[in-house]
């Protein structure tokens, strides 16, 4: 049976998180310069996209660029903007068709200003489909988000608008980019790195991580599948023992026997 015939459809993630890695040395293995393996990650990402949307995953979350990707060559920043321009464009028929909605996180305003537009013309034109949110994480970092919500909780509290007292997790949470969409449940990273590289440090706190040697261009349908089935196969337990989760199963189903919320 294939991975994706083993999915429970009843137990998907609504969010999962993904840490696009290992373009350039695919590039590198493949004789080719890097960005090479940047225009061949987007194949991946329109299939994990159309795989994840298929499957009625509410949000997938994309980590395209970083704050600190900045600090890569001049030509390699300059051909990603390029190529997120044009990826934009033309996957905007992509996005229709398959009823994603486009978003964003991170600091967008320091692309360059055709990035931004691009962005802002692909949100408005997919605004109204409903069914998976695809948010793209550019020039994200989680500590500068972390930074910027708390600045903007401070600035709240001295303007009398907050009390340092009502200062929680839940409010927290509220400040975030990522205020509108729950917490993802998985984490994907490929290429063999075993690091989260600045990503939805708050967000992941109870996330599970699935690690793969793929280098992101080989990373497809198949294996999203695998990652899924790998996920279901965890036992979540949020800090409670193994024993108060199978009491708590055997509640629910006394107590909903259906299954019904
Ligand atoms: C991920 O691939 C894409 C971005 C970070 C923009 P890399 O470019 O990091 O590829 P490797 O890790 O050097 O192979
Ligand atoms: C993380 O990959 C950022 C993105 C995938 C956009 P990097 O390749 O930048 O991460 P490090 O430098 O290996 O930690
Ligand atoms: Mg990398």
Redesign the pocket.
């Known amino acids: 049976m294939s991975a994706k015939e083993q999915l429970n459809l009843d137990k998907l993630p609504q969010h999962v998180a993904i ?10 293995m493949h004789g080719q310069l ?1 960005v090479y ?2 225009k061949s ?1 987007v194949n991946s990402v329109r299939e994990t996209a159309e795989a994840a949307a298929a499957l009625g995953i509410k949000y997938l979350t994309l ?4 704050t600190e ?1 900045w600090n ?1 060559p001049k030509d ?1 920043v300059d051909a ?1 903007m390029e190529l997120l321009v044009h990826t934009i464009n033309s996957e905007r028929e992509t996005l229709n068709e398959n009823n994603i909605r486009l978003a964003t996180i991170g600091d967008t305003d320091s692309l360059p200003p055709r990035c931004q537009e691009g962005l802002a013309e692909a949100i408005a034109a997919t605004s109204s489909n409903a069914g998976m949110t695809l948010i793209l994480a550019l020039s994200y970092s989680s500590r500068w988000e972390i930074v910027e919500a708390t600045r903007r909780i401070a600035a709240d509290v001295e303007a009398g608008k907050l009390k340092a007292s009502e200062v929680n997790s839940d409010l927290f949470g509220t400040y975030l980019t990522t205020s509108k969409y729950p917490d993802p449940e998985l984490l994907i990273r ?2 063999g ?1 075993h690091r989260v590289s600045n990503f939805l440090l708050w967000q992941i706190a109870y996330a599970e991580f699935y690690f793969t040697e793929t ?2 261009p080989d990373f497809g349908k198949e294996e999203f599948y695998q990652a899924l089935l790998d996920f279901q196969q965890r036992e979540r337990r949020f800090g409670k023992t193994s024993q108060q989760l199978i009491e708590q199963a055997i509640d629910n189903f006394f107590n909903n026997p259906s299954g019904s919320k």
């Open positions: 840490i696009m890695d290992g373009n350039g040395r695919w590039a590198q890097r393996g940047h990650g980590y395209a660029f970083s990707n890569r390699e990603l490929t290429s790195e280098l992101w």
